[in-house]
């Protein structure tokens, strides 16, 4: 028996910190952040003209607490035997099943009682490929670049994400001459480049989606200004370990929860394709 060789369980890569998402700590309460929606405007006017008042105009973005935890028991004989010990190792692997929750969330929240993810916000940019869906191309990824480029949203720090389906179609396009048109793999580890924009791949972003008759088989790119991406976490994680609620049958249980929301800060930010079949 070797303990100190354990083996893991493999996890999909979370990729919205690393992509550069706006982290909020330590949030107390219900959050109100205000926004300018609209600036003013400029006019050029004769000498001694009277200049048109304009103020733009203001929102707010609100954010609030929903609460994400997991949960797990484990016996007196597990707590006595149990090689490496299994309280810690049931900890670590609630950090990291909430880290990858969140990511997976983050991209695509909207469910029951979740935040509304990137792929759920009203307003961001979206580009089809069919009816039915359809295998990417680059142009359909040149155009999503566009959706946000359009609105004075693209900037050096935007990045591409997606799945590992949508990168192995995107890695085999090839022109006229059976060349390579990409590779998302040239260069160091990380600098995986299209459109001279990062790109990056985690099995988080769904691969379940649906468009017309391609029922749960379509997955999603997504391009965006990550920095714009909100993530509010609300006081800090909680882990309680609880060996007297079962204590008839030895059983201790441990559960572990954290208060988050996730909001952007432009719609405009964002776009995506969310009908690609491979």
């Known amino acids: 028996?070797?303990?100190?060789?354990?083996?893991?369980?493999?996890?999909?890569k979370s990729v919205v910190t690393e992509l550069g998402a706006t982290i909020l700590p330590g949030l107390i309460g219900d959050v109100s952040i205000p926004t300018r929606t609209a600036g003013a405007t400029a006019y050029f006017v004769a000498e001694s003209g009277s200049i048109t008042e304009s103020t733009g105009t203001f929102g707010t973005i609100t954010m609030s607490p929903k609460v994400m935890g997991a949960y797990s028991?484990?016996?007196?004989?597990?707590?006595?035997?149990?090689?490496?010990?299994?309280?810690?190792?049931?900890?670590?692997?609630?950090?990291?099943?909430?880290?990858?929750?969140?990511d997976t969330v983050a991209l695509n929240g909207g469910?029951?009682?979740?935040?509304?993810?990137?792929?759920?916000?009203?307003?961001?940019?979206?580009?089809?490929?069919?009816?039915?869906?359809?295998?990417?191309?680059?142009?359909?990824?040149?155009?999503?670049?566009?959706?946000?480029?359009?609105?004075?949203?693209?900037v050096a720090s935007c990045a591409f994400v997606t799945?590992?389906?949508?990168?192995?179609?995107?890695?085999?396009l090839k022109d006229g001459n059976s060349a390579y048109h990409l590779s998302p793999y040239a260069g160091a580890i990380g600098s995986q480049q299209i459109a001279n924009r990062s790109f990056m791949v985690s099995n988080n972003v769904?691969?379940?989606?649906?468009?017309g008759s391609s029922s749960g088989v379509c997955s999603a790119l997504i391009y965006g200004n990550f920095s714009d991406l909100l993530v509010g976490l609300f006081g800090e994680s909680e882990i309680l370990v609880d060996p007297y609620t079962l204590s008839q049958t030895g059983?201790?249980?441990v559960r572990i929860i954290q208060a988050l929301d996730v909001k952007v800060r432009h719609a405009e930010s964002f776009g995506s394709i969310q009908d690609i079949t491979t």
């Open 206 to 211: 769904p691969s379940n989606l649906t468009k």
């Open 1 to 12: 028996h070797l303990p100190d060789n354990f083996v893991d369980v493999l996890r999909a």
């Open 73 to 102: 028991k484990f016996s007196h004989l597990m707590k006595l035997q149990a090689t490496p010990e299994i309280e810690g190792l049931i900890r670590d692997d609630f950090i990291s099943t909430l880290a990858t929750k969140l």
């Open 111 to 154: 469910g029951s009682n979740e935040p509304e993810g990137i792929l759920q916000t009203t307003g961001i940019g979206s580009v089809a490929i069919g009816t039915n869906g359809g295998a990417i191309t680059l142009d359909k990824v040149l155009d999503l670049k566009q959706t946000v480029a359009v609105d004075n949203a693209d």
């Open 251 to 253: 059983v201790t249980s």
């Open 163 to 172: 799945n590992t389906a949508v990168e192995n179609a995107l890695s085999k």
